[in-house]
Nanobody, 124 residues
């Protein structure tokens, strides 16, 4: 099993920014596409963004395009999500994930177990 540890969430006002991080252990990060999902109570995990293993392809769900940016630092085994212009509807627990490729990842075919996630709350 693969595992990520997420951090960086918090309480912010609408229009604010957060930078989420997740650190992988036990595997070579650059072998995989990596991404971020979010979940609210009672709903399934929603794919937010992914970045390919070669960093030449990124994908964002329509609701975050132009506001969020995903990046990876393979040397640090870390994936980032820069979240700008935050909206209340972005409130969720955010999780890292890894997949063989971006298509499988966004479809929910994951190589990892869900970690603890990090809570993002956007409220005035």
């Amino acid at each position: 099993q693969l595992q990520f540890v997420e951090s960086g969430g918090g309480l912010v006002q609408p229009g604010g920014s957060l930078r989420l991080s997740c650190v992988a252990s036990g595997f070579t990060l650059d072998d995989y596409a990596v991404g971020w999902f979010r979940q609210v109570p009672g709903k399934e995990h929603e794919g937010v963004a992914y970045i390919g293993s070669r960093e030449d392809i990124t994908h964002y769900v329509d609701s975050v395009k132009g506001r969020f940016s995903i990046a990876r630092d393979n040397a640090k085994s870390t994936v980032y999500l820069q979240m700008n212009s935050l909206k209340p509807e972005d409130t969720a627990v955010y999780y890292c994930a890894a997949g063989n490729n971006g298509e499988e990842l966004i479809s929910g075919i994951l190589l990892n177990q869900w970690g603890q996630g990090t809570q993002v709350t956007v409220s005035a």
